[in-house]
């Protein structure tokens, strides 16, 4: 599969189906679509004898949206629960993997951690609510926000440096070591404050979810992303 093939076990319809090749060869930007169910922790299955994952390395940087494979997971919550239940759900029986699946994206699921696992010839995504609590910038390892990457944040409760996750209450305030803000892929704050004198920028990637944003203070906010 090249790039912006998509994989697609059973369809949109059927559910938990499996797809079974000898060789399963994903280069970059080849899309598989499976569906997990928090019902019974099943899911769509990719198996395989090898499994081969190509990340493209390009010399002089740019090159297109995506650099290695993507699995774009669609999430099917059990009866009555908020999001699809924490564990973790088996996507396939493979025989050997040829390249590091850490490189493939997983997209779909926004609002809960997720990584793949290759243990005993099984491929799994596990998946992991975040535990959102209050935080406050400070931008000391570097100017970007990001989903649970770089620790730019203190914790409110603690004092300690943490990392943004999502439904996370947001406040940026004058004790800050970078005030140019680069959101560095989605974030979905439950609430954003900014109470300060001096200047802020967000540039970026989008905000998104139903956050709040609430201004206090002398200083100025420019936001110039989504």
Not at 86 to 110: F, H, S
Not at 142 to 159: A, H, Q, V, Y
């Given at each position: ?53 190509e990340k ?168 110039s992303n989504?």
């Amino acid at each position: 599969a090249d790039y912006g093939a998509v994989i697609r076990p059973g369809g949109a319809d059927a559910k938990a189906s499996s797809l079974t090749a000898d060789s399963l060869i994903l280069n970059f930007g080849a899309i598989c679509e499976l569906d997990i169910y928090g019902e019974g922790f099943a899911a769509d299955q990719l198996n395989a004898s090898v499994l081969q994952i190509e990340k493209k390395v390009w010399p002089n940087g740019g090159g297109p949206e995506y650099d290695s494979p993507v699995f774009r997971i669609k999430a099917h919550k059990a009866d009555d629960a908020k999001s699809i239940a924490d564990g973790r759900y088996c996507l396939g029986t493979i025989g050997k993997v040829e390249g590091d699946i850490a490189n493939i994206v997983i997209e779909g699921m926004p609002n809960q951690k997720t990584s793949l696992l290759y243990e005993d010839g099984k491929l799994y995504l596990n998946v992991q609510n975040y535990e959102a609590a209050p935080m406050t910038w400070v931008g000391d390892k570097s100017n970007k926000w990001n989903l649970d990457n770089e620790d730019n944040f203190l914790s409110n409760d603690t004092g300690e440096a943490v990392k943004f996750v999502t439904g996370s209450n947001v406040t940026f305030n004058d004790n800050a070591t970078s005030y140019a803000v680069t959101v560095d892929g989605n974030v979905s704050p439950g609430s954003i404050t900014f109470s300060n004198t001096k200047a802020y920028t967000l540039t970026g990637d989008s905000i998104v979810g139903n956050g709040t944003i609430t201004k206090s203070g002398t200083g100025t906010v420019t936001i110039s992303n989504v």
